[in-house]
Structure formats: C-alpha cells, structure tokens
C-alpha cells in the first residue's frame, strides 16, 4: 500500500555540497558549492533550507545547523562517471552512465563536424569555442544578423549550442538547423548529450538577450527509467523546467517549461494546489547557468535566498499524503577556477507533514536512491538493468 500519493522532487541544479573522494580526478581539488558561496558573502538568509538540515551538510559561515531538522537530510556521491546536467538526473532514476559524454570546451567542434554541419544546413558556421551564452551574443550578434551566418558554440557541458535571432534568422529555421546537428552528433565519436536552440532577440551589442524559447534535443536514455516505470504504471509524471528535454520526453505525461528558477518554484506551488497521483520532477537551472558557470557566489546566494522564500510558500501547501525531496545534479562551485561544473557530492533533504521521525540519514552511494524510492512508493519495479535502493522506510 503507498505511503505517499504525491512526490515532489525539486532539483537545485547545481547545488553541490562538498567534494566527492574522485573530485581530482576530474580536475576538481576542495570544491564546495555551497559552502564556498557562504564563505564569499556578508549576509545569508535561508531559514527554510537550515530547518530542513541544509547547513547540518557542510558548514556555513551565516547559518547554524540545526539539533531537531524538520524531516531527514543526508548526502548522496554519484556513482555515475560525470559531472553533468544528463548524467545526474538519469542516475537519480535509475541510469548509471559508465561512459561520460563528449565535450568540446578546450578546442571547440572539429573541423569535419562543422564542414558537414554547414552542407546540411547552408549557413556559414561562426564562433565554434566554448564561451558564456551572452558573450558570444555581444561578440557575434551583429555579424550573424548581417550576414545570416550560424553562431555555434559550446560549454563545460557536453553541448552544441546555436543562436539564431528570432527576427532575422528565425524561430523554425534554428528549430530546423538543430535537428540538423542532432542527427550529425549521434555519430560516436561527436556524441554530445544536447542540441540547444539558444534564440534571442535585438538588434546591436549590449541590447541582445536570450528568450524562453530555448528547446534542447536531447539524447534519449538509453535504458528505462523509474519515470518509464511509473508512466507505465498510470501514475501521473509531471515535469517541471527542462526534465522533459533531459529524459527527451521519455516516461513524461506532463510537463511545463520554465522562464527562470522562481517562474518553476511558482509553477511548482501551483501544482501542489492541484490534485495529481504520482511524481512532479522540477528542475530550477537558473543557480548553474546564471551564477555557476558565471562565476558569480553573490548572484548565486541571492538565487539560493529567493528560493527558500518560495520554499516558504510550499511547505505549507503540502498535504499529509505528499513527500518533498530536494536535491542536486552535481556541483558548479562559483569560486573554482574555468566555469566547469565541479565534481561533488549533494544534498538529500526529505520531509513530509506526516513524518514521525527527523534527523540524520547515512550517505547513499548513488542518486538513483531517489528514482528506487519513488517507485517502491507507488509499488512499482524498477526497470531492468537500473540501480538504486529505496529510502522509503527509513523516511517515517
């Protein structure tokens, strides 16, 4: 018999709480999103995050831990070998990705790639570096509104991104030309886990901003998920933000896009005011791409506080029948060095208003412990070939 009717997942994307014992093996040496952030800011307003456990995770220079949390909190090492976006939430449902994506950040796409990508589509491909969305915007927008050339370029992540102006290059032909490089990267040895369509609108540097009709095209999982499972089961899959492109649609009966972090926690309230049998999955990106991968502890901790005001919002909406889990996907610690994620264990914070019992909960070996706890809820099996073990009865 379920526990829980309702389970809300909420991703802090980004949001790593200390270094994994594999950190350096991935470039990473003492890296702590978290704690870092803390550290490089005078004031840090979280009162809803310190009385689910957060600060009892790692030590924050503003925030005490707390003796009696609301519900459990805990840390979870990811198994999977990655520090990225697709690698997290796949392993939190039940997929360990044993061999990391591609990326292209030190040297950009090879020629060959881009000589093809070029025939297929007719644009004249310019940019091809890693570099940040709105820099690359200031550096090439004018030129690619002049000429209807293609501004393509890459990141930390494993990604090949395209700009296209909405006015002059068009919604439907960015559409069209990432469908286009979707097809060529499936390719092994250019295999990126994204496409993303990265429109914007205006007309000279300094005027150019991106709008919320990015679409990513994703790699689909290559195995069944414990979204699959739970589709398949009648439950109710809703996702919230950009879990829909991650999983490329696959075990979703439901989902919203997001214009920003707090448009997704809005979303994501008006939801738990709806009746629904199942798994909201909410990714909130902004903590990673506006303040990680920029480098910005100050921007990141004020995206951190407005969260926790909507965090406010939905404690109390949640009904005795519901769980609330917040985690992360990985780290991007914003005073490291480059702007690449960092490698780190995250936060595990559970609470029900139905819960007995609080406190402290032993660090799991992987993030599917999330996706097993969910369908062990419903009375569901896991896929075949997926890992992770419930968390459902130590959550009383």
Not at 2 to 31: H, Q, T
Not at 134 to 150: F, N, S
Request: net charge negative; glycine share 10%; proline share 4%.
């Amino acid at each position: 018999m379920e526990k829980y009717k309702r389970i809300f997942v909420v991703v802090m994307d980004s949001l790593g709480v200390g270094a994994m014992e594999d950190s350096p093996e991935f470039g990473d040496v003492d890296v702590n999103t978290l704690g870092h952030i803390s550290r490089s800011v005078d004031s840090f307003v979280i009162p809803n995050l310190q009385k689910m456990g957060m600060a009892n995770l790692t030590p924050l220079k503003q925030v005490e831990p707390v003796e009696n949390s609301l519900g459990y909190y805990g840390k979870l090492r990811e198994r999977s070998k990655g520090k990225d976006t697709m690698t997290g939430h796949w392993e939190m449902m039940g997929l360990e990705v044993k061999k990391p994506f591609k990326t292209f950040t030190e040297h950009g796409f090879p020629p060959e790639l881009i000589r093809e990508l070029e025939e297929k589509t007719g644009h004249k491909v310019i940019g091809n570096k890693s570099a940040s969305g709105t820099e690359i915007l200031d550096e090439l927008g004018e030129e690619e509104i002049a000429t209807g050339h293609m501004i393509v370029y890459t990141s930390a992540d494993s990604v090949l991104q395209i700009c296209g102006n909405e006015e002059t290059f068009g919604l439907d032909e960015l559409y069209r030309c990432c469908e286009i490089a979707r097809q060529i990267t499936m390719k092994d040895e250019w295999r990126v886990g994204r496409v993303i369509a990265r429109p914007y609108v205006g007309k000279k540097k300094g005027e150019f901003r991106r709008t919320s009709n990015r679409h990513d095209y994703a790699l689909k999982p290559f195995g069944k998920t414990a979204l699959d499972a739970l589709k398949s089961a009648g439950l109710d899959v809703i996702s919230v933000g950009k879990i829909r492109d991650i999983f490329d649609g696959e075990g979703i009966t439901r989902s919203y896009k997001s214009k920003s972090s707090v448009h997704g926690m809005e979303q994501t309230i008006a939801l738990a005011q709806e009746d629904f049998h199942g798994l909201c999955f909410v990714n909130l990106v902004d903590f990673d791409a506006l303040w990680g991968h920029r480098r910005d502890p100050e921007g990141y901790a004020a995206e951190i506080e407005r969260f926790d005001v909507n965090l406010g919002r939905l404690l109390p909406l949640l009904r005795e029948e519901d769980l609330l889990i917040i985690t992360a996907d990985h780290g991007n610690d914003p005073t490291y060095t480059g702007t690449d994620h960092t490698r780190e264990k995250v936060p595990f914070l559970a609470w029900s208003p139905s819960m007995k019992g609080r406190g402290e909960l032993p660090e799991a070996d992987t993030f599917a412990v999330i996706g097993a706890t969910a369908a062990d809820n419903f009375g569901v099996s896991m896929p075949e070939g997926t890992i992770g073990t419930s968390l459902l009865e130590k959550l009383q």
